[in-house]
C-alpha cells in the first residue's frame, strides 16, 4: 500500500496537469486524475515496467479522456483541436508573453491532431521525447520530427 501512496504523490501533479492541458477544466482533470489512479491500481499487474510509469499514467489518463469525450457529446463537440489554450508555454525555458502565448496556440490549431499533441505534451507535460513517443505508441525519433517540423509549420506562418 505504501507503493500506491508513494506512486500517487511522486505522480500526482504530473497526471493532473496532462489532464488539465487536454481537459481546460481543472474539476474535470481532477476527478480524470483520481479515476487514472483508481483505474492504475486495479490494473496495477498489467503494468509490464517497459516505459516509466508516469508514461503508463498518462496513457491510462489519456484513455480516460477519450472515453469522457466519447460519452459527453458536449466535450467532444468542442474537438479535440481546442485543447491546452490556457496552458502555460515552455519552448526550451523561453518565457512568452500573454500576447505571444496566444499568438502560439492559435498557430498550434492549424498542425494536424498529432503534432499538436507531442508539442502539448513537449510543452506543457515537459515529457522527453521518448516518453511522448510511448504515450503515442511510437518511437522516440518520430515524436522528435514530428514536434520539430510543427515548431516549422508555425514559424513559416510568421
Request: aromatic share 6%; net charge negative.
Given at each position: 500500500m505504501q507503493d500506491i501512496e508513494k506512486i500517487y504523490e511522486k505522480y500526482f501533479e504530473t497526471v493532473n496537469k496532462y489532464l488539465f492541458c487536454l481537459t481546460k477544466n481543472s474539476?474535470?482533470?481532477?476527478e480524470l486524475t483520481q479515476e487514472t489512479f483508481y483505474r492504475a491500481v486495479k490494473k496495477i499487474g498489467t503494468y509490464k515496467g517497459d516505459c516509466k510509469i508516469s508514461v503508463w499514467l498518462c496513457q491510462i489518463a489519456k484513455n480516460l479522456w477519450y472515453d469522457e469525450c466519447r460519452k459527453n457529446k458536449k466535450l467532444?463537440?468542442?474537438?479535440?483541436?481546442?485543447?491546452?489554450?490556457?496552458?502555460?508555454?515552455?519552448?526550451?525555458?523561453e518565457v512568452i508573453s500573454?500576447?505571444?502565448k496566444i499568438t502560439l496556440y492559435?498557430?498550434?490549431?492549424?498542425?494536424?491532431e498529432k503534432t499538436r499533441?507531442?508539442?502539448?505534451?513537449r510543452i506543457t507535460g515537459e515529457?522527453?521525447?521518448?516518453?511522448?513517443?510511448?504515450?503515442?505508441?511510437?518511437?522516440e525519433n518520430w515524436a522528435r520530427v514530428t514536434f520539430y517540423r510543427g515548431k516549422q509549420k508555425m514559424k513559416e506562418g510568421d
Open positions: 474539476d474535470l482533470a481532477e467532444a463537440n468542442k474537438d479535440y483541436d481546442l485543447l491546452n489554450l490556457e496552458a502555460e508555454e515552455k519552448v526550451e525555458d500573454k500576447d505571444e492559435k498557430k498550434m490549431q492549424s498542425l494536424d499533441e507531442v508539442i502539448y505534451l515529457l522527453s521525447f521518448k516518453e511522448i513517443g510511448d504515450v503515442l505508441n511510437k518511437s
